[in-house]
């Protein structure tokens, strides 16, 4: 069994959290024991009491069915949908920027689009501070700022310790609710509107609601982790992966590979549950085939990929764990087989889908599909394990699976607000803006057409599918589509770690190692400030961080010092500054959680890899020579997503934070809406 590596910095960027799939998978065959031992007991106790008194135990087991059928009629009453009258569709395009969205509107690019802001309208939508993902989607579920719902970043700290962890890493058996305020679907859940939620960001675990909801942004590959895969290959030059999982394989002949799935603790420590893959070699053929019962195999051709494969790991049926997985041979010779992050199966298995048994009545409706809610192989082409062709080819058939679900499932719903969500814009722009910048250290235009247009297509494509939801829409439909932020040149890296040691409010420990990951070198009882996730400063705040030094009444008069120093750094290659704006929010007692100062980068800027993960890349500014080339953790104000709406819209401007009590306006439950601090757009 393959020993699990320990977690490292590149791990954790690539949204990495091996503890994760330990929290979920590592106490199954314990559990499952421990219910099989109360069940025998049980058993045996029952049967005992029936011989001696059977009447009586009749009347026992009336009573308890009677209970037990109460106790599922008042879950059923407390989250009975009831028909509102009217469907309003939702879509969330990650990524969708304004500005380009206008401009291809403009050339003819989006027709859909277009159609669709002279009917209704359409504005740039306002985005976080820090414009991040999960921070923006929060925003758009609660109708709240970052200090509202507490989600500040991609990275969460404890500042106990300094640790550092994913924002997506929550025990999934810990506390149903998600943020800290109420969500838009736990308020209409709490008015019994008939949601169905495709999709929806940081729904890990899928939460109860009155209807349906498929989690997205946040759910775990099999491994816990956001998206760990495996490359099977002969070539000897091949090196390690940052990433990923490297499989060796012989030059010629079968064999047969272990594929790392979840994670387990046993008298070892944590190891990986494994599958046994058989591989064959047919003349230009590669056959492959899942070694257990089931057998699932496929055959391949150069260029070609698989559908999803089930598959199984551990041994015995207290330690089988179900997943799936896909594959696509890169090459023959050498041998290069690209293996998918596991997916966790669609058996209910996992709190992928509330109810759960809707992940396996998708699985029967549309086959099985990915569950991860980050599913683009976005670290294998920075890896250099694809292509920019293979990785479309992928994205393709990824945002195909997505969109079938979603017409299928529209097709079907007849009352109340539905919700999709598609990532595949924000992907597509990350890894393909260097084809667009001519300032980025890897631009070029020497790839093909779909590759150079290839962020043109994916708005192309997007619009394409806003026109196949557009004529499902029936004549009373309210649709809206929001996206959480828009995209900005990501030419060069800032590294304020670096920039707090240089100027000596960061001190590091006398051993020539420089800033290392996790704050691992870092000599806090020296330290007064330092950095971490993507956008965010903290002091280090005496009875606040574990071995702080600053006290409460110092942290403005620092702070503000701090902002002046900051702003006035600049680029020493081109001269020009790296912020644009710098947020000090003073710590007080009862809010000192989130970041005491938000770093609003300028154009062309972006906090570094190293800095978000408590470490240093040896420069304050290096140049950005990753295919990761376009990005929006940047000031807010360059970033605007984007607001569509077939109904007129009532404002001049619009924020993410005017959702949430737009999507209650609509349904008809605003008084059920906890204070926002956003307003709804449409008229009513």
Do not use: C
């Amino acid at each position: 069994m393959a020993i699990v590596p320990e977690t490292s910095a590149p791990l954790l960027v690539a949204y990495i959290d091996p503890a994760t799939g330990y929290v979920i998978f590592s106490a199954l065959a314990a559990i499952l024991s421990a219910v099989a031992g109360v069940l025998g007991v049980a058993a045996t106790a029952t049967l005992a009491f029936f011989r001696r008194t059977r009447k009586i135990a009749l009347a026992v087991l009336v009573a308890v069915a009677l209970l037990g059928g109460g106790w599922y009629g008042w879950a059923w009453y407390r989250l009975r949908p009831e028909p509102i009258g009217k469907r309003v569709v939702v879509l969330g395009i990650d990524g969708l920027d304004a500005s380009l969205t206008s401009a291809w509107m403009a050339a003819g690019r989006l027709p859909n689009l277009a159609a669709l802001s002279r009917e209704g309208g359409f504005l740039p939508l306002g985005t976080s501070n820090p414009p991040q993902s999960p921070v923006a989607w929060a925003s758009f579920l609660t109708g709240r700022q970052p200090s509202g719902h507490r989600v500040f970043d991609f990275i969460a700290r404890d500042p106990a310790n300094y640790g550092l962890r994913l924002v997506f890493d929550r025990p999934v058996d810990g506390d149903a609710a998600w943020l800290p305020v109420p969500t838009w679907p736990e308020l209409l859940t709490q008015a019994h509107v008939p949601l169905t939620l495709i999709g929806l960001p940081l729904a890990w675990p899928a939460p109860e609601v009155s209807g349906k909801v498929l989690g997205g942004m946040g759910v775990p590959d099999i491994a816990g982790t956001q998206g760990t895969f495996t490359l099977v290959t002969s070539d000897s030059h091949q090196g390690d992966l940052q990433s990923g999982h490297v499989v060796r394989a012989p030059d010629a002949g079968d064999f047969q590979f272990a594929l790392s799935g979840p994670v387990q603790a046993d008298v070892e420590g944590l190891s990986y549950l494994e599958a046994r893959i058989a591989v064959a070699r047919h003349g230009d053929r590669l056959a492959i085939q899942v070694v257990d019962d089931d057998g699932a195999s496929v055959e391949l051709a150069v260029g070609e990929t698989s559908g999803w494969l089930p598959v199984r790991f551990g041994s015995g049926w207290l330690r089988t764990i179900h997943g799936h997985v896909r594959f696509r041979l890169i090459s023959l010779q050498p041998l290069r087989l690209f293996v998918s992050p596991v997916q966790i199966a669609l058996d209910g298995g996992a709190p992928l889908t509330f109810p759960r048994d809707w992940a396996e009545d998708l699985a029967e409706k549309y086959g099985l599909f990915h569950t991860a809610g980050m599913p683009y192989d976005t670290w294998a082409l920075s890896d250099d394990v694809l292509s920019d062709a293979e990785f479309l080819d992928l994205a393709d058939d990824l945002t195909a699976e997505r969109h079938r679900i979603v017409l299928g499932e529209l097709d079907e719903f007849q009352d109340g607000v539905f919700f999709a969500y598609y990532e595949q814009v924000d992907i597509i722009q990350h890894l393909f803006w260097r084809y667009r910048d001519a300032g980025h250290p890897l631009y070029t235009t020497a790839a093909s057409e779909r590759v150079v247009h290839a962020i043109e297509q994916a708005y192309v494509d997007a619009d394409r599918m806003v026109g196949e939801i557009r004529e499902r829409l029936m004549p009373d439909d309210t649709l809206l589509i929001v996206s959480d932020h828009g995209f900005a040149n990501f030419r060069r890296s800032a590294d304020v770690n670096e920039w707090l040691t240089n100027m000596g409010y960061m001190v590091l420990r006398n051993d020539g190692r420089g800033l290392t990951p996790m704050y691992s070198n870092v000599a806090w009882k020296q330290t007064w400030a330092y950095a971490a996730g993507f956008n965010g400063l903290y002091l280090n705040l005496r009875g606040r961080e574990g071995s702080g030094i600053v006290e409460l009444d110092e942290a403005g008069e620092l702070l503000d010092e701090l902002r002046d120093r900051l702003l006035a750094v600049t680029d020493p290659e081109t001269g020009r500054r790296l912020l644009s704006r710098v947020v000090v929010r003073v710590p007080r007692p009862g809010d000192m959680d989130g970041p005491d100062m938000l770093l609003d980068y300028a154009d062309g800027f972006r906090g570094s890899w190293e800095a978000a993960l408590g470490g240093g890349s040896g420069a304050v500014v290096t140049a950005n020579d990753r295919k990761w080339s376009g990005d929006h953790m940047v000031d807010p104000d360059l970033v605007p997503g984007v607001l569509f709406s077939n109904r007129p819209l009532a404002v001049t401007t619009a924020r993410l934070v005017d959702l949430a009590p737009t999507l209650l306006q609509l349904a008809g439950a605003a008084e059920g809406a906890a204070a926002f601090d956003g307003i709804p757009v449409l008229s009513r």
